[in-house]
Protein backbone atom coordinates (compact mmCIF):
# COMPACT_ATOMS: atom_id res chain seq x y z
CA UNK A 1 0.00 0.00 0.00
CA UNK A 2 1.33 3.60 -1.03
CA UNK A 3 0.54 6.40 1.39
CA UNK A 4 -2.01 9.12 -0.67
CA UNK A 5 -0.69 12.08 1.47
CA UNK A 6 2.77 11.96 -0.91
CA UNK A 7 3.80 9.80 -3.33
CA UNK A 8 6.96 8.37 -2.86
CA UNK A 9 9.42 8.06 -5.38
CA UNK A 10 10.10 4.62 -6.42
CA UNK A 11 12.56 3.64 -9.36
CA UNK A 12 12.63 0.25 -11.73
CA UNK A 13 12.39 -3.20 -10.82
CA UNK A 14 11.63 -2.95 -7.05
CA UNK A 15 9.04 -6.41 -5.87
CA UNK A 16 6.78 -4.84 -3.14
CA UNK A 17 5.06 -7.66 -0.87
CA UNK A 18 1.49 -7.72 0.28
CA UNK A 19 0.80 -5.41 3.14
CA UNK A 20 3.60 -3.04 2.94
CA UNK A 21 3.03 0.57 4.03
CA UNK A 22 5.26 3.04 2.58
CA UNK A 23 4.88 6.68 2.68
CA UNK A 24 2.60 7.07 5.58
CA UNK A 25 2.79 9.58 8.96
CA UNK A 26 6.00 9.89 10.69
CA UNK A 27 5.55 8.35 14.17
CA UNK A 28 7.01 11.59 15.94
CA UNK A 29 4.60 13.81 17.91
CA UNK A 30 5.47 17.32 16.88
CA UNK A 31 4.75 15.97 13.05
CA UNK A 32 2.31 18.40 11.22
CA UNK A 33 0.47 16.09 8.26
CA UNK A 34 1.00 19.65 6.14
CA UNK A 35 5.10 19.25 5.68
CA UNK A 36 5.84 18.13 2.78
CA UNK A 37 8.05 15.32 2.68
CA UNK A 38 8.29 11.90 1.26
CA UNK A 39 10.05 8.70 0.79
CA UNK A 40 13.04 8.14 -2.11
CA UNK A 41 12.93 4.01 -3.35
CA UNK A 42 16.28 3.11 -5.79
CA UNK A 43 16.26 0.31 -8.04
CA UNK A 44 16.43 -3.85 -7.48
CA UNK A 45 14.81 -3.74 -3.97
CA UNK A 46 13.16 -6.86 -2.85
CA UNK A 47 10.76 -5.01 -0.11
CA UNK A 48 8.41 -8.03 1.57
CA UNK A 49 5.33 -8.23 2.97
CA UNK A 50 4.06 -6.17 6.38
CA UNK A 51 7.37 -4.01 5.76
CA UNK A 52 6.40 0.00 7.02
CA UNK A 53 8.86 2.56 5.42
CA UNK A 54 7.40 6.11 7.03
CA UNK A 55 8.08 9.82 5.35
CA UNK A 56 10.46 12.39 6.54
CA UNK A 57 9.23 14.64 9.39
CA UNK A 58 11.02 17.84 8.41
CA UNK A 59 9.54 19.74 5.69
CA UNK A 60 11.84 18.70 2.41
CA UNK A 61 13.31 15.89 4.00
CA UNK A 62 13.08 12.12 2.93
CA UNK A 63 13.40 8.35 4.02
CA UNK A 64 15.99 7.13 1.66
CA UNK A 65 16.73 3.34 0.38
CA UNK A 66 19.22 2.98 -1.97
CA UNK A 67 19.54 -0.08 -4.59
CA UNK A 68 20.07 -3.72 -4.33
CA UNK A 69 18.32 -4.22 -1.15
CA UNK A 70 16.46 -7.06 1.02
CA UNK A 71 14.03 -6.03 3.65
CA UNK A 72 12.53 -8.84 5.18
CA UNK A 73 8.59 -9.57 6.29
CA UNK A 74 7.79 -7.08 8.81
CA UNK A 75 11.25 -4.55 8.83
CA UNK A 76 10.56 -0.94 10.21
CA UNK A 77 11.86 2.04 8.69
CA UNK A 78 11.22 5.09 10.95
CA UNK A 79 11.22 8.62 9.24
CA UNK A 80 14.50 9.89 7.32
CA UNK A 81 16.08 6.79 7.87
CA UNK A 82 18.85 6.47 5.48
CA UNK A 83 19.45 2.66 3.73
CA UNK A 84 22.58 2.65 1.10
CA UNK A 85 22.88 -0.93 -1.24
CA UNK A 86 23.28 -4.02 -1.14
CA UNK A 87 22.32 -3.79 2.47
CA UNK A 88 19.77 -7.11 3.89
CA UNK A 89 17.69 -6.44 7.04
CA UNK A 90 15.74 -9.85 8.45
CA UNK A 91 12.28 -9.82 9.41
CA UNK A 92 11.12 -7.54 12.08
CA UNK A 93 14.16 -5.28 12.47
CA UNK A 94 13.33 -1.86 13.60
CA UNK A 95 15.00 1.48 12.54
CA UNK A 96 14.23 4.42 14.81
CA UNK A 97 14.52 7.50 13.05
CA UNK A 98 17.42 9.28 11.51
CA UNK A 99 19.17 5.70 11.34
CA UNK A 100 21.81 5.77 8.72
CA UNK A 101 22.84 2.14 7.43
CA UNK A 102 25.69 2.02 5.06
CA UNK A 103 26.68 -0.31 2.26
CA UNK A 104 26.49 -4.45 2.55
CA UNK A 105 25.56 -4.48 6.15
CA UNK A 106 23.50 -7.32 7.35
CA UNK A 107 20.92 -6.78 10.55
CA UNK A 108 19.64 -10.04 11.71
CA UNK A 109 15.99 -10.55 12.64
CA UNK A 110 14.48 -8.68 15.70
CA UNK A 111 17.33 -6.50 15.72
CA UNK A 112 16.52 -3.04 17.12
CA UNK A 113 18.46 0.63 16.25
CA UNK A 114 18.06 3.20 18.63
CA UNK A 115 17.68 6.62 16.58
CA UNK A 116 20.66 8.63 14.67
CA UNK A 117 22.57 5.87 15.62
CA UNK A 118 24.91 4.53 12.42
CA UNK A 119 26.09 1.42 10.88
CA UNK A 120 29.31 1.27 9.14
CA UNK A 121 29.57 -0.55 5.86
CA UNK A 122 30.40 -3.80 5.53
CA UNK A 123 29.30 -4.41 9.28
CA UNK A 124 26.53 -7.26 10.74
CA UNK A 125 24.24 -6.87 13.92
CA UNK A 126 23.51 -10.26 15.28
CA UNK A 127 19.59 -11.07 15.66
CA UNK A 128 17.84 -10.39 18.74
CA UNK A 129 20.51 -7.54 19.04
CA UNK A 130 20.41 -3.80 19.91
CA UNK A 131 22.57 -0.73 19.30
CA UNK A 132 22.07 2.73 20.92
CA UNK A 133 25.60 3.87 19.54
CA UNK A 134 27.58 3.66 16.22
CA UNK A 135 28.89 0.27 15.18
CA UNK A 136 32.07 0.83 13.33
CA UNK A 137 32.77 -0.65 9.31
CA UNK A 138 33.64 -3.84 9.15
CA UNK A 139 32.96 -5.55 12.45
CA UNK A 140 30.11 -7.66 13.81
CA UNK A 141 28.41 -6.09 16.70
CA UNK A 142 26.34 -8.45 19.19
CA UNK A 143 23.97 -8.57 22.77
CA UNK A 144 23.42 -4.25 23.06
CA UNK A 145 26.05 -1.76 21.99
CA UNK A 146 28.93 -5.22 21.50
CA UNK A 147 31.87 -5.20 18.98
CA UNK A 148 32.89 -8.85 19.09
CA UNK A 149 35.06 -9.54 15.76
CA UNK A 150 35.95 -7.97 12.42
CA UNK A 151 33.45 -9.21 9.47
CA UNK A 152 35.90 -11.18 7.64
CA UNK A 153 33.23 -13.05 5.61
CA UNK A 154 31.93 -9.85 4.52
CA UNK A 155 34.93 -8.15 3.40
CA UNK A 156 35.68 -11.27 1.34
CA UNK A 157 32.35 -10.75 -0.25
CA UNK A 158 33.02 -7.62 -1.01
CA UNK A 159 35.95 -8.15 -2.88
CA UNK A 160 38.75 -7.22 -0.25
CA UNK A 161 41.70 -8.69 -0.88
CA UNK A 162 44.56 -10.76 1.97
CA UNK A 163 46.21 -7.19 2.00
CA UNK A 164 43.00 -4.82 2.44
CA UNK A 165 42.19 -7.07 4.78
CA UNK A 166 45.01 -7.55 6.72
CA UNK A 167 45.03 -3.83 7.24
CA UNK A 168 41.83 -3.26 8.43
CA UNK A 169 42.30 -5.64 10.78
CA UNK A 170 45.37 -3.33 11.94
CA UNK A 171 42.97 -0.32 12.20
CA UNK A 172 40.66 -2.55 14.17
CA UNK A 173 43.25 -3.60 16.57
CA UNK A 174 44.57 -0.30 17.28
CA UNK A 175 41.06 1.28 17.87
CA UNK A 176 40.04 -1.81 20.20
CA UNK A 177 43.06 -3.39 21.43
CA UNK A 178 46.38 -0.65 21.92
CA UNK A 179 44.81 0.51 25.26
CA UNK A 180 44.39 3.68 23.54
CA UNK A 181 41.01 5.95 24.41
CA UNK A 182 39.40 6.41 21.17
CA UNK A 183 41.00 10.14 20.93
CA UNK A 184 43.97 8.78 20.92
CA UNK A 185 43.59 6.24 18.70
CA UNK A 186 42.71 8.82 16.10
CA UNK A 187 45.72 10.38 16.72
CA UNK A 188 47.71 7.68 15.92
CA UNK A 189 46.19 6.91 12.58
CA UNK A 190 46.45 10.11 11.71
CA UNK A 191 50.44 9.83 11.64
CA UNK A 192 50.09 6.42 9.31
CA UNK A 193 48.86 5.75 6.01
CA UNK A 194 45.93 3.87 4.95
CA UNK A 195 44.16 2.61 1.86
CA UNK A 196 40.91 3.99 1.15
CA UNK A 197 38.86 1.94 2.13
CA UNK A 198 40.56 1.82 5.21
CA UNK A 199 40.43 5.12 5.92
CA UNK A 200 36.42 5.02 5.75
CA UNK A 201 37.24 2.85 8.97
CA UNK A 202 38.26 5.75 10.42
CA UNK A 203 36.44 8.41 8.91
CA UNK A 204 33.58 6.72 10.61
CA UNK A 205 34.78 6.70 14.30
CA UNK A 206 35.84 10.49 13.35
CA UNK A 207 32.41 12.07 12.62
CA UNK A 208 30.59 9.34 15.59
CA UNK A 209 28.07 11.91 17.71
CA UNK A 210 27.05 9.24 19.67
CA UNK A 211 30.08 7.30 20.31
CA UNK A 212 31.04 3.66 18.93
CA UNK A 213 30.35 0.44 20.06
CA UNK A 214 33.27 -0.66 22.63
CA UNK A 215 34.90 -4.24 22.35
CA UNK A 216 32.46 -6.88 24.01
CA UNK A 217 33.49 -7.83 27.52
CA UNK A 218 32.47 -11.71 27.25
CA UNK A 219 30.85 -12.12 30.87
CA UNK A 220 28.41 -9.48 30.34
CA UNK A 221 27.33 -10.73 27.00
CA UNK A 222 27.25 -13.93 28.66
CA UNK A 223 24.98 -12.58 31.16
CA UNK A 224 22.85 -11.10 28.65
CA UNK A 225 21.92 -14.52 27.11
CA UNK A 226 21.01 -15.73 30.30
CA UNK A 227 18.87 -13.31 31.13
CA UNK A 228 17.02 -13.54 27.55
CA UNK A 229 16.58 -17.40 27.89
CA UNK A 230 15.05 -16.83 31.38
Request: aromatic share 8%; hydrophobic share 40%.
Amino acid sequence: MLSSAVKPRIGRNNRIGYGAIIGSFPQDISFSPKVSSGVEIGNNNVIREYCTIHRGTKNGSYTSVGSNNLLMVGAHLGHNARIADHVILANNVLLAGYVEIQDRVFIGGGSVLHQFTRMGAVSLLQGISGAGKDIPPFSIAIGKNCVAAINLVGMRRAGFGQTLRDEVKTAFELLYRSGLNTSQALEEARKRLWAPETMLFWDFIATSKRGICPMARWKEIKAQEIARSE
